[in-house]
């Protein structure tokens, strides 16, 4: 298998390559159970945005949430709010969108309680991700968002993958390349 060097958050990590079509691949970037790299993460995150900007957090499960927690406590949050990929009987009367995530490959939903939809009314927002690639899944949290009342008022990720490292409306701490099948990087 394949591999690409990255170093994020000053540590080094070797991020496997992997397919999603047969013309291009990604390098998986997962901060499950890598609890060094989460707290290095959210720590750099945290200084790309104050914490005097934002009233709440908001991300999409499931990737995220060692991350949005870990921002949460280093900064001294008391909530922060998880936009679910499935629906649960807790979740009274939701607000759903759909997003198409380039490392799901199927279409998915994504629900925001309505309880936490009336605590994000009037509030400035902060959104993250771990990866924004195509941008859908951050695209789904702004949605629920803007649909709960709240203002986005900026947006993270880890990575920036492919062209997503071109956007201007995102704050990322590294870019990340998309590849080839013989793990080079994608021209």
């Known amino acids: 298998m394949h591999t690409y060097p990255m170093d994020v958050a000053g540590l080094h990590r070797d991020l496997p390559i992997c397919k999603v079509t047969d013309d291009l691949y990604i390098g998986a970037f997962i901060m499950f159970g890598d609890a060094e790299l989460t707290v290095a993460c959210a720590r750099e995150l945290l200084k790309l945005v104050p914490a005097t900007d934002y009233d709440y957090m908001l991300t999409a499960e499931a990737k995220s949430i060692?991350?949005?927690?870990?921002?949460?406590?280093?900064?001294?949050?008391?909530?922060?709010?998880?936009?679910?990929?499935g629906m649960?009987?807790?979740?009274?009367?939701?607000?759903?969108?759909?997003?198409?995530?380039?490392?799901?490959?199927?279409?998915?939903?994504?629900?925001?309680?309505?309880?936490?939809?009336?605590?994000?009314?009037?509030?400035r927002v902060l959104l993250l991700d771990d990866v924004i690639s195509t941008g859908e899944s951050m695209q789904a949290l702004e949605t629920l968002a803007q649909e709960a009342g709240a203002t986005i008022v900026n947006r993270i990720a880890v990575l920036a993958e492919g062209g997503?490292?071109?956007?201007?409306?995102?704050?990322?701490?590294?870019?990340?390349?998309v590849f080839n099948a013989d793990g080079t990087v994608k021209g």
């Open 164 to 177: 997503a490292a071109d956007r201007k409306d995102i704050k990322f701490l590294e870019k990340l390349p």
């Open 88 to 123: 649960k009987v807790y979740l009274t009367n939701p607000l759903k969108v759909t997003v198409h995530s380039i490392t799901t490959q199927s279409e998915q939903h994504l629900y925001l309680s309505g309880d936490d939809a009336a605590m994000l009314k009037g509030k």
């Open 66 to 85: 060692p991350l949005i927690h870990e921002m949460a406590r280093q900064s001294g949050a008391k909530k922060y709010f998880l936009a679910r990929k």
